[in-house]
């Protein structure tokens, strides 16, 4: 069986490896010059010479750095390429009948090959996500904004969860759609659905966020690459101040808010505030609220169970409709 | 012959037509808000002169107005790639070739109704698009850069002609329909990379401007930023990416002491820092504002002549080959 | 008698389509059983659910000594052929070799080889690219690999040509002579079933009509000619399955009761076709029954043309 599932798609793995090994080669010479530059760009400023902030330092080529933010799309191809046909494919031609007619039972037939490609997927999804996040630690460490969506969904092992579920996805579609085309376009969009909801709306309830309340005056930034939800101001009696969008403002606070002792205090930064205006405004309190930079690996296990769970869901699915309907 | 197009068709164009509907519904919703929101925000701003940036319309919006970058590309991989490839691998091309219409028709016909669908799906989403844009446009003044140049105005229209031409080509020569699809993926990919970030650069020369290192130079309008930055009295550029101080883009070794009081805009400069920062000039290559219709008609037009070869190379193939 | 197919009130119905209906019918060991009967009439679908292709609707079904199920040791005996060929079309002849012998506990695959090679037929290309006869010889040599202890095998001689066609029956009969395979096969040719056939299964209508060895059925039905006129009295004592009158002459295909009494009508012995043709409701020609064991009719007339020596039930076997 094994071999027959070699037979049947070893173009589609030989394509895949090809794929993986030019991305990694083009990774790989990118980032080795990356991580030079910002080796070279600490050791300097290690060295006494006053240190530029390096998020001005342009890291890797452009065209490189398109392709690893395109990695978001990489997940799906293997659910489109691999997964939809797998079933949908042989029920078009008709060869099932083929297969389920030696002595295999359906069920050893539908494992053998289904596990073969989730392993595949598990490869394409670890090896791009591997490489994405070596090449983009230079960055990660200036920057700090791994945890934010979009850098959050290339890196670490989510790839591979999504990769995973794509595959699923595709084979659950061509199994009960029986057909190529309806089975890749179910594909394409149940996945951008999925990761969507997901992104957007699931992730920051996965843990509750931290809220953070401080003095206006002062400055709080979260250790690490943390993940910014809301910030702002709230006034003496609690309530929650409007956002400083065109107006004066001071430490955010927007002049019709200021304390009557702060009104020669104008424009962003300007000029000291008198101590009493200091006094009115220790009434006022900035939060933020923010998930911290150390559950970014929670967050990483519980977006890969999910989208694992999913899966198992989809490939359960997919048994059942196979094994009970008439070949 | 066009009726059995629509025949064969119509789930297809049915499914895009609800696609494109639902996202029209989407984007004037939020879109409208967006633009009472701007309005009311630019009465605002110029009120007390201090505009500062805003974030409009919803980000799962925004996020969808960006992904419009892969929209011209489904109808290369589902309208394109089946067309002929689908007939192919079944055999119903020896059905239609063997009624009373020759192969230029047929082939005329189908590609001819799915090139019209290609422009109604280009050009629909992109119009909404190009409205939704309009208050972040002239917030931002980021309409020619790449990225929103490639999701506003006619370009879109040309890409999604351009996807299904390589798409319809790919089925023919290929004759099965997931390698054509997986080479349409991969050839409008690599074209679109290649001329949004290359060629791109050159359909017109940059205007470079050079300047006082002291004022800085901004164009008018929605310019397209090339490359910036500061040059040595004797031309050279200053690499931008060293570590120290700088005023004003000028590393501090390369001054005076005088300029070493300097602190950003709050205090004005001596005068022998002044002259010294007088040496330096400030430069910016650039694409003025105004070429921006220039461009979006030259990359069209790029586009429109791919889709006409490969359209010719697919009824070359098509009508040469034994069926 | 071991029986390797035994039904009972079998079923199979598609939502609104009821595609099989109440059939009930044996197969014993050893058999070359024809299965036969009009486009549509349910023989697919049956030879499906005996397969374990699909699940019936109603009714019980024995195959091999057990339901048709999901375990190897079922699955390796049983080889089943569709209509449509379903092999894997960028796959060559040999792939498919190797993946029975992957997929199979009992394999031979110098078989196929040999066969392959006997009937010039490329290994190596892709199975797309045979024709539409080699495609089916090249079916039909990998199901007889898996040497399975049932064969079903749907119109599987329909592509090929007649001398192919001869051949693969011999091969089928010689199979069957050695011992363990029986063998249900579904055909419109009825000439060639008459070849090598010895049971007949006949499906009309999503019914079954007849189930029986051929010997046997034959046996049991007689042409009866005779003048027009009232035949209630033979409808009284046999079963007329098809009646056809001209002015001159009435000429009936019965099932016979008992014996024939009635001295106005000529008895001669039926043949398989005309079997078929009147239980699948097709007129009997008057004049088309050639006499094989009873006398030539009073009057002198010859049958209109000669039976072929092989045609004689006994001799081939």
């Not at chain 1, 990489?74 to 031609?93: D, I, K, M, Q, S």
């Not at chain 1, 930064?269 to 998930?291: D, K």
């Amino acid at each position: 069986m094994t071999w027959l599932v070699w037979r049947q798609h070893r173009v589609q793995y030989l394509v895949g490896a090809a794929l993986l090994a030019a991305f990694a080669v083009m990774i790989v010479v990118t980032g080795t010059q990356v991580s030079d530059q910002f080796h070279s760009a600490q050791a300097a400023c290690a060295a006494g010479q006053p240190c530029q902030h390096l998020g001005g330092l342009f890291m890797g080529s452009r065209v490189v750095g398109f392709l690893v933010i395109a990695t978001l799309g990489t997940p799906v191809l293997v659910g489109l390429f691999w997964g939809a046909p797998l079933v949908a494919a042989e029920a078009e031609a008709g060869t099932t009948q083929f297969a389920w007619m030696q002595s295999v039972t359906r069920k050893r037939w539908l494992a053998v090959k289904i596990g073969w490609m989730l392993l595949a997927a598990v490869i394409w999804g670890g090896v791009i996500s591997a490489l994405v996040t070596w090449w983009a630690s230079p960055t990660n460490a200036e920057q700090l904004n791994q945890f934010d969506p979009g850098r959050f969904d290339i890196m670490g092992i989510v790839p591979v969860g999504y990769s995973v579920f794509a595959v699923a996805l595709g084979v659950t579609a061509g199994a009960l759609l029986r057909r190529t085309l309806p089975a890749l376009a179910v594909t394409l969009a149940g996945f951008i659905a999925a990761r969507v909801v997901i992104t957007l709306w699931l992730r920051s309830h996965y843990i509750s966020a931290v809220t953070t309340t401080y003095n206006v005056l002062g400055n709080f930034t979260p250790k690490g690459a943390y993940w910014q939800f809301a910030s702002g101001v709230l006034g003496p009696n609690g309530q929650q101040l409007p956002q400083p969008n065109n107006t004066q403002y001071f430490d955010n606070i927007p002049q019709a808010y200021l304390p009557r002792a702060c009104s020669e205090v104008t424009g962003p930064n300007g000029g000291n505030p008198t101590p009493a205006c200091v006094q009115a405004l220790s009434h006022f309190h900035a939060y933020l609220t923010y998930q911290p930079g150390d559950r970014f690996w929670a967050f990483q296990g519980i977006e890969t169970a999910i989208f694992v769970v999913l899966a198992a869901a989809l490939i359960a699915v997919t048994a059942v409709t196979l094994l009970r309907r008439d070949a | 012959m066009t009726w059995l197009v629509w025949r064969q068709y119509r789930l297809q164009f049915v499914l895009g037509a609800a696609l494109l509907a639902a996202f029209a519904v989407l984007i004037v919703i939020t879109g409208v808000q967006a633009a009472n929101q701007w309005h009311a925000a630019q009465a605002a701003c110029a009120a007390s002169h201090g505009c500062q940036n805003l974030f409009l319309g919803s980000h799962a919006v925004g996020f969808l107005v960006i992904s419009t970058l892969g929209a011209p590309v489904l109808v290369g991989l589902f309208w394109g790639a089946p067309l002929v490839a689908a007939e192919s691998e079944v055999g119903t091309t020896h059905f239609a070739w063997m009624q009373s219409v020759t192969r230029k028709r047929w082939l005329a016909v189908k590609v001819g109704w799915m090139l019209l669908a290609a422009v109604v799906w280009g050009g629909v989403i992109t119009a909404l698009v190009t409205w939704w844009e309009g208050p972040n446009n002239a917030q931002q003044l980021d309409a020619f850069n790449t990225g929103r140049f490639d999701i506003t105005g006619i370009v879109p229209v040309a890409y999604s002609v351009f996807a299904l031409a390589l798409g319809i080509a790919a089925g023919a020569l290929l004759r099965r329909v997931l390698p054509a699809m997986a080479v349409t993926l991969a050839g409008f990919i690599v074209v679109r990379g290649v001329i949004a970030f290359w060629l791109r650069h050159h359909y017109l020369s940059p205007v470079t401007v050079y300047h006082s290192v002291i004022r800085s130079f901004t164009p008018p309008g929605s310019y397209w930023s090339l490359a910036s930055g500061v040059l040595f009295p004797n031309g050279q550029p200053i690499d931008q990416n060293t570590n120290g101080n700088v005023l004003d883009g000028v590393p501090v070794n390369y001054l005076p002491a005088s300029c070493n009081q300097v602190s950003r805009g709050a205090f004005t400069p001596p005068p022998s820092c002044t002259q010294a920062l007088a040496h330096f000039r400030g430069f910016l290559t650039y694409q003025p504002a105004d070429r921006f219709w220039t461009f979006q008609g030259i990359e069209t037009g790029i586009f429109l002549f791919l889709a006409a070869v490969l359209i010719a190379v697919t009824a070359v193939t098509l009508l040469r080959r034994d069926a | 008698m071991t029986l390797v197919i035994e039904t009972s009130g079998l079923t199979k119905r598609y939502r609104k389509v009821t595609a099989l209906n109440d059939c009930t019918i044996t197969v014993p060991e050893g058999r070359i059983s024809a299965l036969i009967g009009p486009n549509g009439a349910g023989k697919t679908t049956l030879l499906r659910l005996l397969a374990g292709l699909s699940r019936p609707t109603a009714g019980q079904l024995s195959v091999n000594g057990g339901t048709p199920r999901q375990d190897p040791a079922f699955l390796a005996d049983i080889g089943y052929l569709g209509q449509e060929i379903p092999l894997y079309r960028r796959l060559s002849a040999e792939d498919h070799i190797r993946a029975g012998a992957h997929l199979n506990p009992r394999w031979d695959s110098a078989l196929v080889r040999e066969r392959l090679t006997g009937l010039k037929i490329p290994r190596d290309r892709a199975v797309g690219k045979l024709s539409g006869g080699q495609r089916a010889q090249v079916a039909l040599a990998l199901v007889l690999a898996k040497q399975p202890r049932l064969l079903l095998l749907d119109e599987p001689v329909a592509a090929l040509d007649p001398l192919a066609r001869r051949n693969f029956l011999g091969v089928l009969a010689d199979a069957v002579a050695l011992g363990n395979l029986t063998v249900v096969m579904s055909s419109h040719l009825i000439a060639d079933l008459e070849r090598v056939c010895d049971h007949l299964i006949m499906v009309a209508s999503s019914r079954v009509q007849l189930c029986g060895d051929i010997e046997e059925l034959l046996d049991e039905h007689r042409v009866l000619t005779g003048p027009s006129k009232d035949i209630t009295a033979i409808e009284r004592s046999q079963r007329v399955v098809q009646a056809t009158r001209t002015p001159r002459q009435t000429t009936l295909l019965v099932r016979l009761n008992g014996p024939v009494i009635d001295p106005a009508f000529q008895v001669s012995e039926v043949s398989l076709e005309e079997l078929a043709l009147a239980y699948l409701g097709e007129e009997v020609p008057p004049a088309s029954a050639p006499a094989r064991l009873t006398p030539v009719t009073p009057g002198g007339t010859t049958p209109p043309y000669p039976p072929e020596p092989s045609a004689v039930f006994g001799d081939d076997r």
